[in-house]
Every structure is written in C-alpha cells, then in structure tokens.
C-alpha cells in the first residue's frame, strides 16, 4: 500500500478530513493534497504525518507493509 493511501484511510478511520491534518501539520490543504498525489514523499514528512495521525514512523510503516500482501 502507497503511504498517501495509507494515510488517507487513517483518515476516514479516524472521521478526520485531509484538511484537519493539513492545519495540524502547519501546511494548506492544497500542499497535503499534492504531497499525498506525489509518488514520493520526503522521510521527515512521512514521519511527521504518521505522528499527527497518532503512529509511530515503525508502526505506521508495519501498517502500510501487512496492508500490501
């Protein structure tokens, strides 16, 4: 699973909207938007996501990992 796809269901999870944890990241929706649309995405921002989401950087990346089987 892609970490954008990861994050994304993270998301409805947890009955959040990309723009909350856009706000939460000090970013505009508009730059989560295209970070989440990019292929790839920079480690210290992946980690800082999956942290806003409650994850830590090793769990967050089992959970994209057990998702791809």
Same mark, same amino acid.
């Given at each position: 699973? %892609?970490?954008? #796809? *990861?994050? !994304? &269901?993270?998301?409805?999870?947890?009955? %959040?909207?990309?723009?909350?944890?856009?706000? #939460? /990241?000090? /970013?505009?929706?508009? *730059? /989560? #938007?295209?970070? /989440? !649309?990019?292929?790839?995405? !920079?480690?210290?921002?992946?980690?800082? +996501? *999956?942290?806003?989401?409650?994850?830590? &950087?090793?769990?967050?990346?089992?959970? +994209?990992? +057990?998702?791809?089987?």
């Amino acid at each position: 699973m %892609r970490s954008a #796809d *990861a994050i !994304k &269901s993270i998301l409805e999870e947890q009955g %959040r909207s990309q723009r909350s944890l856009a706000l #939460d /990241l000090g /970013l505009t929706p508009q *730059a /989560l #938007d295209q970070r /989440l !649309k990019s292929k790839t995405m !920079k480690v210290e921002t992946l980690c800082q +996501t *999956a942290e806003r989401l409650g994850y830590t &950087s090793t769990s967050f990346q089992r959970r +994209t990992a +057990t998702a791809s089987r």
